[in-house]
């Protein structure tokens, strides 16, 4: 998802298809996630320190898509929770009613045939043996009027606590849709600023920048050296590296997990969907998402994943070269395993 020189770190952008914050949206997700702030309108920036500063950028930028992209996956989840909430409570409201109901019912029986006091009922009764039968009709109502009783209860109490625990789940999809959203300020922040650097380059410095990050390198779409060599891990990574190779070409778009543009971990997930495998959203999760091999042990397949805070993620496909999404205006493509400093290789 970033910029990449061979041992450096990186990171990406959405591009235009986001508009620039004001200066307070800005300033709140710069004091809210840890963003630096951004320089006054007039400062000038030296041209060397300009692409560093568009190195920076892109990296924190990749550091917030993560955590939007995790934030997103969390809504996800948080809706699905409140689905079933909402499913339960109408249930449970139904049993409550249908009790209710027949409390109701056994209650009007119980009157209609126990208005009178049990003695005088059996001094004006023609027949002993019906009062007899009506008398011991009632002893069941009562006993399974009091049984109803206490069903009802109990669903009255499993219903205030599904209300409940719904009402934390929609308060925790809040809170989440409040994070989404300034994650996605903070990207968008980032990735302005990184734009408006760039522009102001001269056309010689901006192909100079484009060469080092190998942004417009047509090559780095195919295969250098033929096709990859050693078989894949196993056959769900021998498929996810074939869907993984479909995708070279497409654009970066930061928070997509495919078919027309990916982020990083956006293209691992989608790659190994195409295998019949789930896995978590963000580069930090993948990492966990099988066993931990070392470098020398990987095979096309295996997920390597960079920098210490784990912010980017790619997928060995041999011959010492990663496919991943860079970063902004870089497509799917080609790049050495070695493009920026590994912090683990997780074999799926």
């Given at each position: 998802?970033?910029?990449?020189?061979?041992?450096?770190?990186?990171?990406?952008?959405?591009?235009?298809?986001?508009?620039?914050?004001?200066?307070?949206?800005?300033?709140?997700?710069?004091?809210?996630?840890?963003?630096?702030?951004?320089?006054?309108?007039?400062?000038?920036?030296?041209?060397?320190?300009?692409?560093?500063?568009?190195?920076?950028?892109?990296?924190?930028?990749?550091?917030?898509?993560?955590?939007?992209?995790?934030?997103?996956?969390?809504?996800?989840?948080?809706?699905?929770?409140?689905?079933?909430?909402?499913?339960?409570?109408?249930?449970?409201?139904?049993?409550?009613?249908?009790?209710?109901?027949?409390?109701?019912?056994?209650?009007?029986?119980?009157?209609?045939?126990?208005?009178?006091?049990?003695?005088?009922?059996?001094?004006?009764?023609?027949?002993?043996?019906?009062?007899?039968?009506?008398?011991?009709?009632?002893?069941?109502?009562?006993?399974?009027?009091?049984?109803?009783?206490?069903?009802?209860?109990?669903?009255?109490?499993?219903?205030?606590?599904?209300?409940?625990?719904?009402?934390?789940?929609?308060?925790?999809?809040?809170?989440?849709?409040?994070?989404?959203?300034?994650?996605?300020?903070?990207?968008?922040?980032?990735?302005?600023?990184?734009?408006?650097?760039?522009?102001?380059?001269?056309?010689?410095?901006?192909?100079?920048?484009?060469?080092?990050?190998?942004?417009?390198?047509?090559?780095?779409?195919?295969?250098?050296?033929?096709?990859?060599?050693?078989?894949?891990?196993?056959?769900?990574?021998?498929?996810?590296?074939?869907?993984?190779?479909?995708?070279?070409?497409?654009?970066?778009?930061?928070?997509?997990?495919?078919?027309?543009?990916?982020?990083?971990?956006?293209?691992?997930?989608?790659?190994?969907?195409?295998?019949?495998?789930?896995?978590?959203?963000?580069?930090?999760?993948?990492?966990?998402?099988?066993?931990?091999?070392?470098?020398?042990?990987?095979?096309?397949?295996?997920?390597?994943?960079?920098?210490?805070?784990?912010?980017?993620?790619?997928?060995?496909?041999?011959?010492?070269?990663?496919?991943?999404?860079?970063?902004?205006?870089?497509?799917?493509?080609?790049?050495?395993?070695?493009?920026?400093p590994i912090s683990s290789v997780t074999r799926v």
């Amino acid at each position: 998802m970033g910029f990449h020189r061979r041992h450096a770190p990186s990171g990406f952008d959405r591009g235009a298809a986001f508009s620039v914050l004001s200066a307070a949206a800005v300033s709140a997700a710069a004091a809210a996630l840890g963003a630096l702030p951004a320089a006054p309108a007039h400062a000038a920036t030296p041209r060397g320190d300009a692409r560093a500063e568009v190195d920076r950028l892109y990296q924190e930028a990749e550091k917030a898509t993560e955590a939007y992209d995790q934030a997103g996956e969390n809504a996800g989840l948080l809706r699905g929770r409140v689905s079933a909430s909402q499913d339960r409570i109408a249930r449970s409201q139904q049993r409550v009613n249908a009790l209710r109901q027949e409390l109701g019912s056994l209650a009007g029986a119980q009157y209609r045939s126990g208005g009178l006091d049990p003695s005088v009922a059996l001094l004006f009764s023609r027949d002993p043996a019906d009062y007899l039968d009506r008398a011991s009709t009632l002893d069941r109502i009562s006993v399974q009027q009091a049984g109803r009783l206490h069903e009802l209860r109990q669903a009255l109490r499993q219903l205030t606590q599904e209300r409940a625990e719904a009402a934390h789940t929609l308060a925790q999809l809040d809170r989440t849709r409040r994070d989404v959203a300034a994650h996605k300020r903070t990207v968008e922040q980032k990735l302005a600023r990184a734009r408006r650097l760039l522009a102001a380059l001269s056309p010689g410095e901006r192909a100079d920048y484009d060469q080092a990050s190998r942004s417009g390198r047509d090559d780095l779409l195919v295969p250098l050296t033929g096709p990859e060599s050693g078989p894949a891990a196993t056959g769900r990574a021998a498929v996810a590296v074939a869907a993984v190779r479909s995708a070279l070409g497409r654009p970066y778009v930061w928070g997509a997990s495919g078919p027309s543009g990916f982020d990083c971990s956006g293209l691992m997930q989608w790659a190994y969907g195409r295998a019949g495998v789930h896995l978590p959203r963000t580069s930090q999760e993948q990492r966990y998402a099988g066993r931990r091999i070392p470098l020398s042990q990987a095979r096309p397949g295996d997920l390597v994943v960079y920098r210490s805070d784990a912010g980017h993620v790619a997928m060995y496909v041999g011959n010492g070269r990663v496919i991943h999404a860079p970063h902004p205006g870089a497509p799917v493509r080609y790049d050495p395993v070695d493009m920026m400093p590994i912090s683990s290789v997780t074999r799926v």
